[in-house]
């Protein structure tokens, strides 16, 4: 059973880069699709982008141009960027396992992330 896990830093300061990243086992990355999904506080899931098995990326309209996900395949890991953030970005950042209509099929525990001065 495939299992993944968040990892970063919880607190970022306005305008620098968030950077967490999503190591699997249980399943290598170069197959399915992996994706990044937050959930700002009192808000809905928000889905980010996804890289799937050829290393191709897809973003969501609204945060793409601030978005970059990437991978180390000999590591099973993918990592995302968001850059600029303010502290409409602080939520619980996800990372999961999703199928080609980009759903989510397992997901990590999420980590929270922060961002304030």
């Known amino acids: 059973q495939v299992q993944l896990q968040e990892s970063g830093p919880g607190l970022v300061k306005p305008s620098q880069t968030l950077s967490l990243t999503c190591t699997v086992s249980g399943g290598s990355i170069t197959t399915s699709y992996w994706s990044w999904i937050r959930q700002p506080p009192g808000k809905g899931l928000e889905w980010m982008g996804v890289?799937?098995?050829?290393?191709?990326?897809y973003y969501s309209s609204s945060l793409k141009s601030r978005t970059s996900i990437s991978r180390d395949t000999p590591k099973n890991q993918f990592t995302l960027q968001l850059s600029s953030v303010t502290p409409e970005d602080t939520a619980v950042y996800y990372c999961?396992?999703?199928?080609?209509?980009?759903?989510?099929?397992?997901w990590g525990q999420g980590t929270q992330v922060i961002v304030s001065s």
């Open positions: 890289i799937a098995s050829d290393g191709s990326t």
């Open positions: 999961a396992r999703a199928n080609s209509g980009y759903c989510p099929t397992s």
